[in-house]
């Protein structure tokens, strides 16, 4: 006998330990938990906060902030960093700045910038409107680093932060800012803190990796750096330079190209400093990497590193071509932005529906005299067993397409051929149910597969919520809330509430086994069922768009609290846009558009063609829908239990005049 399902078992099937930094976790009750300072005596339950959310009338979807992971990360950055620089006695210090573009949010920043105030933890800057906000929220004792292009008006906001005694580093990112930069300062009398960013030769991977090399968008080439060093020098200025910088890319995978980096780009730190450049901080950007798949691998997905590897990786490198080229250790300075943020947030959504696999074959009885396509392929079925399941679905596809030929030239009737196709789709799906004991799955298999799934309709839109799963194919580790004490013995895809067919996930993290799909328990009548996708922190949050009007998410920030019932409180509500606001986004303004519908109904009720009475109401109802949630209202779905009140009558047809 089958041995009962347990949590453990959905611990494993969803990879939890794999991606969880164990933060997440599963309880006894078989709902999901969150350890938000990762100790073990102190946990919350997601799922009963869902439902208290839902209770205090605030309707799903919600993004959930963990505001306490968020400190955590900041945290043990700066402690990683803290012990490495102790170990390898190496003599610079560590000064980390949270590059707000990775989320932009202002409690995000705030509660970052609090964590990480005992660190001197500062921010980093790479547009005008991230620079106001830096500028504003960032203290004289951290560092504040403007990256990307700059105007003039840029140039001289940087040196107002200057001025009010702030370390604004303006990095340059190419030749033609030089001038810009040593205009304003002379304009405002004030002598600037200069960053070189300089283009290394070491390429990131993956989907970034284009953010170094040769063709990068950004830095500074060998000659343009000695170009530049010399126009500073002629312009008095050299001692102004205080950072070298350098970014290979976001989500490096690979520990061994993050060190090549560091490697250059302190051997390029190194050489400048022997030109008397007095630069005290080594920057190596971003790219610490999240393990959304939980596999630790290179992959693009995954790292096959951790933050603490990273962390003495660079204090090492560095130390290594300091020690040989006999030169001052930099203080070093990194902008990790998704690594800080990323596990701090947690998107749930309800399954509102399932929409069936168009593939469920009909029964067609065998009869005595079937033509021999028909008898191949039930041969096919009878002979299929977990180790031959590619060659049954090869011979699956080309008795189908025999079939079909023979259909086309009059040699198969449509009772033989509509058999074949019944036993085609019976064929995929009996190789579906022997998956989890296959060795090897191929590709054509797991495109098979996507096409007899069924699709779990998901209260959300991809285009606002996960913009990087639609625009360049990252996983995000999805799992339900709850029931995991349950076998998820469904298989299935995800559909948004969007008009658009692109609004679907289909490859999930680590599903390889279940042929890319997620597993997921049936649907009950009159029961929520709340799927949580993880680690959205990152990007998602601001990169979203309004595509179908589907508006920014309510948001719910939790704090856990050991003297609270439940382990949490909530400490902010910030609802999401209503369906006003969207519209004003795209110049709608709602009172004209009431206006408008007012006037066609004033119309309408002078024509007699409705009541006054029914006129109020109709307008009642238009106006009342501007105030509401862009997403579908779970409860407005259910269909009533009594029986269907009568269809309304047809329209009189119209007198002839
Ligand atoms: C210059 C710079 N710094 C920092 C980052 C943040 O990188 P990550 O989120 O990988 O830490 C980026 C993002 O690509 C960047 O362009």
Known sequence: MAKPWTVEDSAKLYNVEGWSLKYFDINAEGNLIVHPRRTADLSIDVKKVVDDVIARGIRLPVLFRFQDILRHRVTLLNESFRKAIEDHKYKGRYYGVYPIKVNQLCEVVEEILDAGQPYQYGLE???????????????PESLTILNGYKDESMMRLALLGVKLGKKVIVVIEKPSEIPLLLKASRDMGVRPLIGLRSKLQTQGTGRWKYSSGHSSKFGLTSPELLAAVETLAAAGMLDCVKLLHFHIGSQISDIQIIKDAVKEGARVYAKLRKKKLDIEYLDCGGGLGVDYDGTHTAVDSSTNYTPREYVSGIVYSIKEVCKQEKVPEPNIVTESGRSIVAHHSLMVVDAVGIIESGAAPIELAQTDKEAEPVTEMRETLQDLNPKNLAESYHDAVQRREEAFSMFKLGYLELEDKAKVENLFWRICMEIDKHLPKAKYISEDILDMLKTVRSQYLCNFSVFQSLPDSWAIGQLF???????????????????????????????FAGHRKTGGALPLHPLRPGEPYYLGFFLMGAYQATMGDIHNLFGRLNEVHVFEDKDEPGGYYLEEVVHGQKVKDVLTSVQYLDAELIKMMKDQIENLVKAGTIKPREGVEYLDQYEAAMEHYTYIDRNAMRVPDEAPAPAPAPPAPAKAA
Request: glycine share 8%; net charge negative.
């Open 125 to 139: 800057a790479g547009s005008k409107g991230e620079l106001l906000a830096v500028l504003a929220m960032n203290g």
């Open 477 to 507: 580790p999805i799992m339900p809330l709850h029931r995991l004490a349950e076998e998820p013995n469904q298989r299935a895809a995800l559909v948004d509430i969007t008009c658009d067919s692109d609004g679907k996930i289909v490859q």
